[in-house]
């Protein structure tokens, strides 16, 4: 399971095809806050995990770990990148791209 940092509980498990969600309960002994252990753990044989893609590629590419329950995993998470100010930009970070 993986520590939602804000309440510090499991966040729970629910799977997304289409318009259909279900929420399935869980429970276990281990409770990780750190997407690579959770990993690691799942490979060295301690259960199964669900997390996003982001980060996995290797894992599944390798054989370490398989994905199970492919026709449920539709669920898409957006990714925000924050700065501390438009002010004080990168010089990567090109003005046209900042919206406040």
């Known amino acids: 399971m993986f520590r939602d940092p804000i309440t510090g509980r499991p966040f729970p498990w629910e799977f997304h095809r289409g318009s ?7 429970n276990g002994r281990l409770v990780l806050n750190e997407l690579a252990t959770k990993l ?10 669900q ?3 982001l980060g996995t ?3 599944p ?6 994905q199970v329950l492919a026709d449920w995993a539709e669920e898409r ?3 925000y990148a924050y700065y501390p100010s438009r002010y004080l930009l990168p010089a990567k970070v090109p ?5 406040c």
């Open 57 to 59: 590629d290797a894992m």
């Open 61 to 66: 590419a390798s054989g370490e770990l398989v």
């Open 95 to 99: 003005p046209s791209s900042i919206s």
């Open 51 to 53: 997390s996003i893609e």
């Open 77 to 79: 998470y957006p990714l």
């Open 40 to 49: 690691a753990a799942c490979a060295a044989g301690h259960g199964i995990a």
């Open 20 to 26: 259909e969600v279900v929420e399935v309960k869980i």
